[in-house]
């Protein structure tokens, strides 16, 4: 089954500690991306990449790293998580292609104490 | 400053009904709209889409609209379903980048 994945689903850490949120796709993709949902501001693009070892920033990458070694992973590291990066995070990925949609995991819901 | 604008944060729509989705966007570089459909607990799903070059879309009861000059998108859902209460983004995207820009969402709620 073609499918985004991620783990975990939810995590509820505190301030300082480093977490990583992985995400894997097995559709062979070159695009992945990571966005976060809050209330009343939509879904905002983190930081993406376009195929292995290529990323760049989105709209809000302050306070988040990401590396893209393998083509179907796109870890997204909090090296110092703080209470507003308490969200929910989703991974997407999508081929190529101008009308490929994006395929996007079920989720990570993330507190930060 | 927001680019992908959903100034509808709910809509409730008798069964049977047309429901309409409105989505306005300012930056004219935007040349590919989405429609995504979102359950509480899942991720974003794909819906339809819409190409710039085109003013509609159609997929089985879900219809698209693009105008363009308005800046201005529409999802016309009919007739609606109970199964299509859910929150529904609109997303615009420039070219084949990665990257979408999302409206903050209207959640539609489909009453018997």
């Known amino acids: 089954e073609a499918q985004v994945t991620q783990n975990p689903r939810y995590l509820i850490t505190v301030t300082g500690k480093k977490l990583t949120v992985t995400c894997s796709q097995n559709m062979n993709h070159e695009y992945m991306s990571w966005y976060r949902q809050d209330p009343g501001l939509g879904l905002r693009q983190i930081y993406y990449s376009m195929n292995v070892e290529v990323t760049d920033k989105g709209d809000v990458p302050e306070g988040y790293k990401v590396s893209r070694k393998e083509k179907r992973n796109f870890p997204l590291i909090l090296e110092s998580p703080s209470p507003n990066q308490t969200s929910l995070y989703f991974c997407?990925?999508?081929?190529?292609?101008?009308?490929?949609?994006?395929?996007f995991g079920p989720g990570t819901r993330l507190t930060v104490l | 400053d927001q680019q992908v604008k959903q100034n509808s944060p709910s809509l409730s729509v008798q069964e049977g009904r047309i429901s309409i989705l409105n989505c306005d966007y300012t930056n004219s570089m935007f040349d590919y709209f989405l429609w995504y459909k979102k359950y509480p607990a899942e991720g974003p799903t794909f819906l339809i889409s819409?190409?710039?070059?085109?003013d509609k879309n159609e997929d089985g009861r879900f219809t698209v609209f693009l105008n363009k000059s308005a800046k201005h998108l529409s999802l016309h859902i009919v007739p609606s379903q109970p199964g299509d209460s859910a929150v529904y983004f609109c997303a615009a995207r420039t070219g084949t980048a990665s990257k979408l820009t999302f409206g903050t969402g209207t959640r539609l709620q489909v009453t018997l």
């Open positions: 819409i190409s710039s070059i085109k």
């Open positions: 997407a990925s999508r081929g190529s292609g101008q009308t490929n949609e994006q395929f």
